[in-house]
């Protein structure tokens, strides 16, 4: 009994993401909604579309996708990341920015992220979504603007689902976003 109640304990003390209790279904818009519903779609789309245009660094995104999913359980996303996005299909079939600086802070209800640093900025909260998954949900903004609340409307509005890819890093994929690209992918390592 003692082991039980010490074993609970400790796993009231690990910081994890808001549950997908019904919250993520009270806050997503329908466009968000549609966008994950079609994930799998514009993934293959943009992935298709960027090994079309040839780009050589392409195969190190391919790499990044290829890499088997871990659960988030006993990873602790707070604190300081490089973070990099990589743009496919759209309007260029293959884009990649160089490392940025973002922080995961946990304020006690879970995790939430800021890019701090790079003209596009993302501001949002996680929601769990199974064991090696989570839901994101966010808001655009661009160098200094003050980031609208999620649920401002589709210029600003971002969703996405994240993925722990190692011990020190994982990613998120935005399918369909409003600007430029058929899938974002934003990559964190420490």
């Not at 195969?59 to 890499?67: N, P, Y």
Request: net charge positive; charged share 30%; proline share 7%.
């Amino acid at each position: 009994m003692p082991r039980r109640l010490a074993a609970t304990f400790l796993i009231c003390l690990v910081p994890l993401a808001a549950h997908a209790d019904g919250t993520v279904d009270k806050l997503i818009t329908k466009a968000d909604r549609i966008r994950l519903e079609k994930y799998g779609e514009s993934r293959r789309k943009a992935i298709a579309e960027a090994k079309a245009g040839g780009d050589p660094q392409f195969a190190e995104t391919e790499k990044l996708l290829a890499k088997p999913l871990k659960p988030f359980s006993g990873l602790d996303m707070t604190g300081a990341w490089k973070c990099r996005t990589v743009k496919l299909g759209g309007l260029l079939p293959f884009v990649d920015y160089p490392w940025f600086k973002c922080r995961v802070t946990d304020d006690g209800s879970g995790w939430m992220l800021s890019k701090l640093t790079g003209s596009q900025r993302t501001t949002g909260r996680f929601y769990d979504d199974g064991d090696k998954r989570l839901i994101y949900l966010g808001s655009f903004s661009v160098n200094e603007d003050r980031p609208k609340p999620y649920g401002s409307g589709p210029e600003t509005d971002q969703v996405g689902y994240a993925f722990r890819t190692g011990p020190k890093e994982w990613r998120i994929e935005f399918p369909a976003p409003a600007y430029e690209s058929t899938l974002d992918i934003l990559e964190f390592q420490r």
